[in-house]
């Protein structure tokens, strides 16, 4: 199907459902997910009336350059604003083409964040932590919340598993490409020799789901409640309010022990399995697509080393876009990181703009 094929039915199902909406009939639901296909539309249609008015003129001006005859300065004047018109519009193509991507149904969720130390013992659990912060202050600049739920520290600072919620606008469309592991190399403090080390930690973003994107089957789970672990002192929680849940069909396992209420960890742990699980059911899908996908560059997995942080030369280098940034400081900050998130983003667009029949 051609460009303008494509374009031609967009106007028409817009049409459609402005017809459909103007005079409304069933139920709510029904009505909800229609004007939010039609504002979806919108944005589309108008940048198809814009691309349709800039080839229009361009024929006009054609046609003037055409019948100015003896008229060099009209002539002149037509074509310099043909030119500028025609050098104008692979761009406006190309970005109704990028509208016209298949959207990603969990890019406007909110997401969890896990962040788990990987190779390389309390230097890794160091790392971890590094990237904890590195995603708060992140979130932070972005105005998004960000509310850490489950932290179990190694007792020098770092974190052998860390958890968090993120939300706000567009948060898993911004960082679902940070899934994967990173790597460091540095000194780590305790090092005499002043040796390089190289650690690791894996980042999984999952897009947070709704009850009725999973439905989850009590009878699938085991809940089993403990005391909760503490520091000692007035912080040990004296009754069995932690809560650990098994999805027995998956065998994934949740543990949530922060809240001193029973309830309230129950909820969160719940939120949490439900994200995994709605993740595992993407990526299963993803699997099978790019199972039939030619040309197909990497695995995509989340066993892929997607990025490395050396501090000794200040650099952070993604390995999948070949993208090496001189302003480790920067990044580690959340600062920077947009810069990565940016060009992520903009591969993959090409990648699937690349993949259009």
Do not use: C
């Amino acid at each position: 199907m051609s460009l303008d094929e494509k374009l031609e039915r967009v106007v028409a199902r817009h049409h459609e459902l402005a017809a459909t909406l103007a005079a409304p009939a069933g139920d709510s639901k029904t009505f909800a997910r229609l004007s939010k296909e039609y504002s979806d539309l919108t944005p589309v249609v108008e940048a198809i009336a814009v691309l349709r008015k800039a080839r229009s003129e361009l024929a006009d001006l054609a046609s003037l350059m055409t019948e100015a005859g003896g008229d060099a300065e009209m002539r002149k004047i037509a074509e310099t604003e043909f030119y500028e018109i025609k050098e104008k519009l692979p761009a406006m193509e190309k970005q109704l083409q990028i509208m016209l991507l298949p959207k990603d149904a969990a890019d406007e969720k909110n997401a969890i964040l896990e962040v788990r130390a990987g190779t390389g013992g309390d230097e890794a659990a160091l790392f971890a932590a590094l990237l904890f912060r590195m995603y708060q202050r992140y979130a932070a600049l972005r105005g998004w919340r960000f509310e850490a739920m489950e932290i179990s520290e190694n007792g020098i600072g770092g974190y052998k598993e860390a958890v968090a919620e993120i939300s706000g606008a567009g948060v898993f469309a911004r960082l679902k490409f940070e899934s994967g592991v990173h790597r460091v190399q540095r000194v780590p403090e305790t090092e005499a020799s002043g040796r390089i080390h190289t650690s690791t930690a894996t980042v999984a973003v999952l897009p947070e789901a709704e009850e009725v994107d999973i439905k989850i089957d009590d009878k699938d789970l085991r809940i089993d409640v403990f005391r909760s672990s503490g520091p000692g002192g007035q912080s040990v929680n004296t009754t069995d309010s932690a809560v650990r849940i098994t999805h027995l069909p998956t065998g994934i396992v949740v543990q949530q022990q922060d809240e001193k209420s029973q309830h309230k960890n129950k909820a969160k742990a719940l939120k949490i399995l439900r994200a995994r699980l709605y993740d595992a059911e993407r990526a299963k899908a993803e699997a099978e697509r790019a199972a039939n996908r030619r040309g197909q560059v990497g695995t995509g997995e989340r066993s892929e080393r997607i990025r490395t942080y050396n501090f000794p030369q200040g650099r952070v280098s993604d390995h999948r876009i070949n993208l090496t940034l001189y302003k480790i400081d920067k990044v580690v900050s959340g600062e920077a990181l947009d810069e990565f998130v940016d060009a992520l983003i903009a591969d993959d667009r090409a990648s699937r703009l690349a993949e259009l029949p």
